[in-house]
């Protein structure tokens, strides 16, 4: 006698058999790859907003101009 | 494999780079495809796959192969892709059509049942699904899952297990007794 888990395993099983057949890509993947080697990096959005509140600081308050130019 | 080219490839060589993936793309790519269950999918994530190890090679350490590091990294590109997924595009009729036929399928379960599970589970939240198409479809064993994901076992046992919770409440919801 099964219990309700192994029955809703079973069933699961059936619903989605596994994935066990040997196969290939369709494709040589390595020109994708070398494509995606070659990529420039976009910045990520924290860095444009980081340097927008920079922007915007100095906008408001450019006495931190030396501040600014000491920390780096 | 070559500890020499493990070597190499861990401090950059471009052309060890390229020997592994010669020798490991099938490889990550049946891996990967065994998660997604989409072969176009699967091909995009493997370049996305050893895109990532590409950047990491500095972190990757050749006393521990490269076979497990590869399918970790290759197991969070997908887990990655599922996040990212609209739930009811996550089995679309292209992906149903491409699994295994339903004629190897138990018959006293249901093509409503079938088609039912198959909605809730790609419903499931994505850490829960890839922690059950692990264990539960693909049937590894949760050792092997836990090392895929890079968690410990306990975690991949309590995923699994949150994871029937939640279908079994789906299809109750849905008047079905699995």
């Known amino acids: 006698m099964m219990t309700p888990d192994e029955r809703l395993v079973m069933s699961l099983r059936s619903a989605l058999p596994k994935q066990d057949s040997p196969q290939e890509p369709s494709r040589d993947l390595w020109p994708a790859l070398l494509a995606r080697t070659r990529e420039r990096p976009s910045a990520p959005w924290f860095d444009w907003a980081l340097a927008g509140g920079v922007l915007l600081l100095l906008a408001l308050f450019p006495a931190t101009l030396p501040v600014l130019l000491y920390c780096l | ?178």
């Open chain 2, 1 to 178: 494999m070559e500890r020499q080219l493990l070597d190499e490839f861990r401090h950059g060589s471009a052309e060890a780079f390229e020997r592994l993936f010669s020798a490991q793309q099938a490889s990550v790519y049946r891996w990967i495809l065994r998660i997604v269950r989409n072969p176009s999918i699967a091909e995009e994530l493997t370049v996305e796959s050893f895109w990532r190890m590409y950047q990491a090679h500095a972190r990757f350490d050749p006393a521990r192969g490269f076979e497990p590091w590869a399918r970790r990294i290759a197991t969070h590109a997908a887990l990655d892709w599922m996040r990212r997924q609209k739930p009811e595009t996550e089995l679309s009729a292209e992906s149903a059509a491409q699994l295994p036929s339903a004629a190897e399928a138990d018959a006293a379960v249901t093509s409503e049942m079938r088609a039912a599970l198959q909605a809730a589970f790609a419903r499931l939240p994505a850490k829960l699904r890839i922690a059950a198409t692990l264990v539960v479809v693909e049937e590894l064993t949760q050792r092997e899952a836990a090392e895929a994901l890079g968690i410990r076992v306990t975690t991949v046992k309590v995923r699994v297990f949150r994871a029937l919770r939640l279908l079994r409440k789906e299809l109750e919801a849905r008047g079905m007794k699995p």
